[in-house]
């Protein structure tokens, strides 16, 4: 039987609850526990797929195909684990099967409610996922803040998990204490109205995480364990720290791990993260930095820098470079930046390495491509993950092979489609069948020999992860090649070209595929790692 631990969080969203999950995990697998992570999104979307990333961060691709929140791919970085479509819940996935079955008279006649059949329905994905894992835990991660409507009828999921099984289920609460600067003290107020409103759902925290600027002391400590009717070594000081991946160190610092086996009943156990605390080390005291340029254009809202729409890129970028106990510099470049004035584009020669990311539409389309041959002739080392392998493909061929119309048909009809949109995605956009109808998820692709790829990799056959709808066109495959283009990876299957690479240069890959989501911080991404090694040089 597995034992179930939810994760809910208080006081306001963007606390760190996934990356708290994630911790979690990491620290009940290195104790030698097989560990699965679900996360329940309260929206109505039935996954993130259709939602933009300056509204909702990353979308983030398994191997199965879901297209979920970003904190699956947390979940997959700290737990060294693939993780899979039945741990993504969201309200429409739930609602969307309800009303599936009851369509197909698999309630025999009888009501079906909102209380107990949408908690019942998420109760058994949460079920199926743990057993697909054959998991002695799972971790489930409730979004939203308590208090909210949203999430009411996943807590009470949770609180009739509970009730079924009252010696295998935990519940943890994420709370933020602030520390108002005129006041200058840690309030604790917050939490207690959390708390109250986590107990109106009928659920009693055993645990609160409790995050701050700075670490709580032993008189909040006390006061929140009155007020709060958790005991103190279960209130776990999660204070601001520079790196996430340090978060595990800190919470076994507190315990965390064994009052979780305690509270649950099991015999305490040593963890071990050596190699994780190894890693920390190297992140704290890096031997030199690297620069990297990444342009893109989902980073920009009002006043502030969205950096969560390219979040598994970063974390890719920095597994790597730790690989070398190197610090990467990151900057955002802005690819409209390059439309408006052309003479700003020399400025990525102050960098060491230039990444063009995912994305969709035309917006910024031609900036990036002005980047690209920018790095092309100026040798400066550039990975172009799917929309950037698409745009180096189009650059190639405008400038070297002198089809000076080459574009894709994502952005405008053209005379010249080098990137082109596969036949049966061509009646899926033309029905207006968005949802989850992409190339999604893991695909085979077969390096060529003597290519850079095939040396990174050191294997033949690999398999990556898709998010796209659009194709480097086949009819312009022998004429790219002849000038010069390598086509280092394609998929047997139906012989789509899946990486691009290009000689006489320190580093020019573009894949069709998204690397970076494969990428974990103890096993940097062969690509991401090549990559970032040529920029040391
Ligand atoms: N917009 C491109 C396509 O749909 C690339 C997608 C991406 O970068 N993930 O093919």
Not at 382 to 406: P, T, Y
Not at 495 to 521: T, W
Request: with cysteine; aromatic share 8%; charged share 25%.
């Amino acid at each position: 039987m597995s034992k179930y631990i939810f994760i809910a969080g208080g006081v306001m969203s963007g606390i760190g609850k996934g990356v708290a999950t994630a911790s979690i995990g990491r620290i009940l697998k290195s104790k030698g526990f097989k560990v699965t992570a679900v996360k329940i999104d309260p929206y109505i979307n039935v996954d993130a797929g259709t939602m933009n990333p300056i509204e909702h961060g990353e979308v983030f691709v398994t191997d199965d195909g879901a297209e979920c929140d970003q904190d699956i791919g947390n979940y997959e970085r700290f737990l060294d684990e693939d993780i899979y479509t039945d741990n993504y819940i969201t309200t429409g996935r739930v609602y969307q099967s309800v009303i599936n079955r009851e369509r197909n008279l698999e309630y025999n006649g009888r009501c079906v409610e909102v209380v107990p059949d949408i908690p019942n329905e998420a109760i058994s994905r949460i079920n199926k996922a743990g057993k697909k894992t054959k998991s002695d835990f799972i971790l489930i991660e409730i979004g939203g803040t308590v208090g909210e409507y949203q999430n009411l009828l996943f807590l009470e999921a949770a609180r009739m998990l509970k009730l079924r099984y009252p010696k295998d289920v935990l519940f943890i609460l994420v709370s933020y204490l602030p520390i108002p600067s005129n006041l200058g003290e840690m309030k604790t107020k917050p939490t207690q109205y959390a708390v109250r409103t986590l107990n109106s759902a009928g659920i009693q925290p055993d645990l609160i995480l409790a995050r701050a600027s700075s670490p709580i002391d032993e008189p909040r400590k006390r006061k929140m364990s009155n007020f709060c009717n958790v005991a103190p070594e279960d209130i776990i000081s999660a204070p601001d720290i520079s790196s996430i991946y340090e978060i595990p160190i800190n919470f076994e610092k507190e315990n965390l791990g064994n009052r979780i086996l305690r509270l649950l009943g099991m015999k305490a156990r040593p963890s071990h993260l050596k190699d994780w605390d190894k890693m920390v080390r190297t992140i704290k005291n890096p031997k030199k930095t690297t620069r990297i340029g990444i342009v893109g254009k989902y980073f920009e809202t009002g006043n502030f820098t969205l950096i969560d729409s390219y979040i598994s890129v970063i974390e890719a970028v920095k597994h790597a470079s730790w690989y070398f106990s190197v610090k990467p510099e990151i900057v955002w470049l802005s690819a409209e930046k390059y439309e408006k004035d052309s003479k700003t584009i020399s400025e990525l020669k102050n960098f060491d390495g230039i990444i063009i990311p995912g994305g969709f539409g035309s917006r910024g389309m031609e900036g990036k491509i002005k980047a690209i041959e920018y790095c092309r002739k100026n040798k400066i080392p550039f990975l172009g993950l799917c929309l950037g392998m698409q745009l180096a493909v189009i650059e190639f061929a405008r400038n070297v092979c002198k089809i000076k119309d080459a574009s894709s048909c994502e952005f405008s009809e053209t005379a010249e489609p080098v990137i082109d949109v596969m036949p049966e995605q061509k009646v899926l956009l033309k029905e207006k069948r968005y949802g989850a109808t992409m190339r999604l998820g893991a695909y085979d692709c077969k390096l060529a020999p003597k290519t850079k790829s095939i040396l990174a990799y050191k294997k033949s056959m690999i398999s990556e992860r898709h998010r796209h709808r659009y194709e480097l066109n086949n009819k312009y495959r022998d004429l790219l090649e002849k000038k010069g283009l390598t086509i280092a990876g394609v998929n047997p299957q139906r012989d789509l070209v899946e990486i691009v690479e290009i000689k006489n240069h320190p580093f020019f890959i573009g894949s069709q595929f998204h690397p970076e989501f494969k990428s974990r911080p103890l096993k940097p991404h062969p690509l991401f790692r090549e990559f970032i090694k040529a920029t040391l040089h």
